[in-house]
């Protein structure tokens, strides 16, 4: 067992990189990815922790892309090491844009009315580097400002919402070539959350397969067994991996568990040998 997609408080995580192996081994996982968003800074702490207790690590991090629809599309990107190369420059830069995101996002929360301040976020995050909009509206739950980060989202912060301050986004096709430039893969993250169905989301599928995609998150901590099967068939249709994982965050998402999701969650290790059978000269 293995658990392919999980986040630290390297970005909208609660807990430290160490954490999340130690989590993956609690659960009996053999193998455990770190998928931050836009960062692979907390990939050297989780490999040493990795090695202390016997548990296979996996570099990886998580990058938003351009929205084909409602919700947008997020690439998982593996075995990429935070040590130079074309997509680790382009994190730099996408991590900077995070940075005035937020301080624009604190100016817009401001001149609504809303008594959340970037330092705030950042209190929340522990680390000014993994600020997101979780941790605003953490702090907008703090102050009374909301009900639950949920009632944030709904009212706030969501895609579209009046504090909602758009950010740099890079094409799939994009990822996928910085991915394979850099020894690694890329896979279409949680494929329901772009908004898209049936043919919609076949076409979307196919085109990132066409584009150098390896595989599609079909084992996803919150989908039900209809929608993995559903997944797994346009993974066979398409000749890509079904690939799996939590899409653990700790406390803001505590339904998630590392290695086991909702408690039915369970991805083969076989899944991780045939992303590697996929990597650039594998």
Do not use: W
């Amino acid at each position: 067992m293995i658990d392919l997609h999980t986040h630290s408080s390297v970005s909208d995580g609660t807990d430290p990189p160490e954490r999340i192996v130690e989590l993956a081994a609690e659960a009996g996982c053999s193998a455990v990815a770190l998928t931050d968003h836009d960062s692979l800074a907390g990939t050297g702490e989780a490999r040493d922790r990795a090695e202390q207790l016997g548990i296979r690590f996996v570099p990886g991090c998580e990058i938003s892309c351009h929205p084909v629809a409602v919700g947008g599309v997020h690439v998982l990107v593996y075995f990429v090491e935070d040590d130079g190369g074309p997509l680790v420059e382009e994190l730099g830069r996408l991590r900077n844009d995070r940075h005035e995101r937020n301080l624009a996002l604190a100016e817009r929360l401001a001149a609504l009315g809303v008594p959340v301040t970037y330092d705030m976020a950042v209190a929340e995050a522990g680390t000014e580097s993994g600020v997101g909009r979780p941790h605003f509206a953490a702090a907008m739950v703090a102050v009374g400002a909301a009900a639950s980060v949920e009632d944030a989202f709904d009212r706030y912060l969501a895609n579209g919402g009046p504090a909602y301050v758009p950010k740099a986004r890079l094409s799939g096709p994009d990822v996928a070539r910085l991915a394979r430039a850099s020894g690694g893969v890329a896979v279409l993250a949680h494929p329901y959350s772009t908004g898209l169905e049936g043919p919609e989301l076949a076409r979307l599928v196919g085109e990132l397969a066409g584009a150098g995609f390896a595989g599609i998150e079909a084992t996803y901590g919150r989908y039900s067994p209809r929608q993995r099967q559903e997944l797994g068939n346009l993974a066979r249709r398409f000749d890509l991996v079904a690939t799996g994982g939590s899409d653990y965050h700790g406390t803001i998402k505590p339904d998630l568990r590392v290695g086991t999701g909702q408690g039915d969650l369970k991805v083969p290790d076989s899944v991780l040998a045939e992303l590697e059978a996929r990597r650039p000269g594998g």
